[in-house]
């Protein structure tokens, strides 16, 4: 059974004066429907672009320069402007990184819903209004009548959060993004947007790709998981898996540096390093500078994503994927992790309004 979305070999190129980036290369994943589906890794790794490309919203200097992004079975990448805007916003909706920008300072927060109604379900506006004001209702907004007229500026940073889920399920759609929606948020109004929007993507039978730094939100809220590092996928799997058995170095490293619970070390756990020059990312593994495990063959060979346990190359009906010279070459010694693993959700629920 075909996957709602299907990225292949997903391509995506930033043409600057400094040299030429590429910050998604030759990445494949899948999202079923229903599922929520996490998307992980350090700041620079290639997830927000990722997720604008798969809506077509990747503007000069970048340019989608290979692969298929198949939603519903349909290539979006082979459709014209006017027909990725037909798909987007009303089968596909989109969660900003920051709410209040996303959001047009001159128009009330309930019109620019509405008018997002009226475009895609051909409401009128009285009636766009109504299923307006009552999505502002269903995702928080007290008093969302009257919260309708009110702009931006007069939304907190949570309530503009909330309007942005409100914006991105008004249409009903299949599948919604959701790119960092917890960015600048403290982190009592993060629990609560992100129990919101996964409350909301079951209520609306809606699948979610959601786009995080923090493995912490990904324990809490993702059916599956994919971690990348300097552009590529290093790893997928089942969130329970990738918490409790991960198979590359780099999820390994971010797993020991989350702090936890009754933990008495005077140090977090870090990866040295830091990520690649995206102009100029190091031959093999892009990892190897940074793997405690690294080889010489790694400094050669590019690692491809294969099923860890066969070491056959992995495919995007697959759950289980790592690119790591150990499963085709077996390198390290079987790459023995000692990471101790806890609920990451313990001390997310806080208290406090969105205020």
């Known amino acids: 059974m075909t996957a709602l979305l299907e990225v292949e070999d ?46 077509g919203l990747i503007d000069d200097p970048g340019r989608i320069e290979g692969g298929e992004v198949r939603f519903k079975g349909e290539d979006l990448l082979s459709m014209d402007e006017s027909e990725r805007r037909s798909v987007r916003g009303d089968q596909i909706g989109l969660v900003f990184q920051d709410a209040r920008a996303a959001l047009n300072p001159a128009y009330t927060v309930g019109e620019q819903i509405a008018e997002t109604i009226e475009h895609h379900l051909g409401y009128d506006p009285s009636a766009a209004r109504d299923r307006a004001i009552r999505l502002l209702d269903r995702v928080g907004i007290a008093e969302a009548e009257t919260r ?26 299949d599948l919604v993004v959701a790119d960092e929606p917890t960015t600048a948020l403290d982190v009592t109004v993060q629990a609560r ?18 786009v995080t730094h923090d493995l912490g939100v990904i324990a809490g809220t993702c059916d599956r998981a994919m971690v990348m590092y300097a552009g590529e996928a290093v790893e997928t799997a089942p969130t329970e898996e990738l918490y409790y058995d991960p198979k590359h170095p780099y999820t390994a490293g971010l797993l020991g540096s989350i702090p936890r619970l009754g933990d008495d070390a005077d140090r977090l756990s870090t990866i040295p390093g830091t990520p690649p020059d995206p102009t100029d990312p190091p031959p093999g593994c892009r990892f190897h500078p940074r793997c405690p495990f690294a080889e010489e063959a790694c400094t050669r060979t590019a690692p491809a994503l294969v099923d860890p346990e066969t070491g056959e190359p992995a495919t995007l009906d697959g759950d289980r994927a790592a690119a790591c010279l150990e499963y085709t070459q077996g390198l390290s010694g079987g790459l023995e992790y000692s990471v101790e693993v806890v609920d990451e959700t313990d001390g997310r629920d806080g208290g406090g309004p969105d205020e």
């Open 193 to 210: 947007v992100l129990d919101l929007l996964a409350e909301l993507a079951d209520e609306f039978d809606v699948a979610v790709q959601l």
């Open 148 to 173: 309708y007229s009110d702009h931006p500026h007069e939304f907190s940073g949570g309530m503009c959060q909330r309007a942005g889920i409100a914006m991105a399920l008004s249409c009903d759609p």
């Open 10 to 55: 997903l391509t995506v190129r930033f043409h600057t004066e400094a040299g030429v980036v590429t910050a998604v290369d030759g990445l494949s994943y899948r999202v079923e429907a229903g599922e929520t589906f996490g998307v992980v890794g350090e700041s620079g790794a290639g997830k927000s672009v990722t997720a604008l490309s798969v809506l």
